[in-house]
């Protein structure tokens, strides 16, 4: 037995997790930033899985570093939703975000990443 069209189960692809403001937003809202951006082609996980394209992104206050957003684009980031919902709830700063261990190999290393790059301190790019 199939689902109904409008009960379809499938992920769209390429998959997109937005979480809080994207970059345009965050300054339309008055907020001067920093946002970075992390290939998935520099991620190992995404190697292994032939998933490559796509990228995360991160958004946070220049003057705090406080996160305001997380994007993502690619197969099987549907996965980092749950980490970019914590880093938005619990008031992440990207200081935070560099400073927490990221299992090797996943895709969650790329919100690790993203923050590095931020930061000026970028490992993979």
Known sequence: MTNPPH???RVPEPEFRPAGLSPDAARAAGHTIKSATFPL???GRAMTLDAEDGFVRIVARADNHAVLGL???GQGV???SAGFA???EMGARL?????TAHVHPTLGECLREAALVAL??????
């Not at 200081?95 to 400073?99: K, P, V, Y």
């Not at 000026?120 to 790019?125: A, I, Q």
């Open 41 to 43: 082609t520099a991620n």
């Open 7 to 9: 009960l379809s189960l």
């Open 95 to 99: 200081e935070d975000i560099a400073a």
């Open 71 to 73: 994007q993502a684009v």
């Open 86 to 88: 914590l880093a938005l």
């Open 120 to 125: 000026g301190h970028g490992l993979h790019v």
């Open 78 to 80: 549907s996965e980092l």
